[in-house]
C-alpha cells in the first residue's frame, strides 16, 4: 500500500515541477499580449482555515445526496456509496470526498491550532484505514468499467492527498499513508 502511494506521489511530483517562471499571459482577439495578475505572499489566516475546514467536516461522512458516476454492469454495482468506497464516500460524488480528505490533511498540517482538530482527526481515522484505502484500490479493478473511475480529476485529488500524507512529519500522516 504504501509503496503504491509512493509512486503515486512521485509520478505526481514530476508533474508538479512544471512551474512557469514569469506570469503566464493571455492573447486578446485584438493580438495584443496582456499579462496575468500574480499576488505574492498571500497567507491563509487560522480564521480562514477554520472556515475552509468546516466543509469538508460537515460532508466527509455524509453518504446522501451522492452523485455515484458509476457504470452499472451486474445488480452489484447498484450499492450505497460507503460499499464500493468506504473511504471516499461523502460530499457529493467521489472526487469531492478525496478532495475534501486533502484538504483537511492539508490544514491540519499548516494550522496545528485548528478549531475542529480532534473532530478532523477523528473522522480520519475513521475513513483512512488500511482495510478501507485497500477497497477503494480494488473497486477500480472490478470490471472494465471501474478501471477508469474519476480518471483524471479524482486521481489528481488522490495523488495530492498522497503528497501530502507523504511530506508531513506526523505520526498520524504515517499511520493514514500506510
Known sequence: MKIYLTAITLSALVF????QSTAPTI???????IKTAHKPGLQLSIE???RLADLPLSCIQNPLPYK????IAKEEDLAMPEVHHPAFYGCFDWHSAVHGHWSLVY?????PALDNRAKAIKML???LTKDNILTEVDYF???DQT????????WAWVLKLAEELDTWDDPKAKEWNN
Open 16 to 19: 508538479l515541477q512544471c512551474k
Open 27 to 33: 492573447s486578446n482577439p485584438d493580438k495584443k499580449e
Open 147 to 154: 478501471k477508469t473511475f474519476e480518471r483524471t480529476y479524482g
Open 125 to 127: 481515522n475513521e475513513n
Open 141 to 143: 479493478s472490478l470490471n
Open 48 to 50: 480562514e482555515a477554520n
Open 68 to 71: 455515484s458516476g458509476i457504470v
Open 107 to 111: 490544514l491540519l498540517k499548516k494550522f
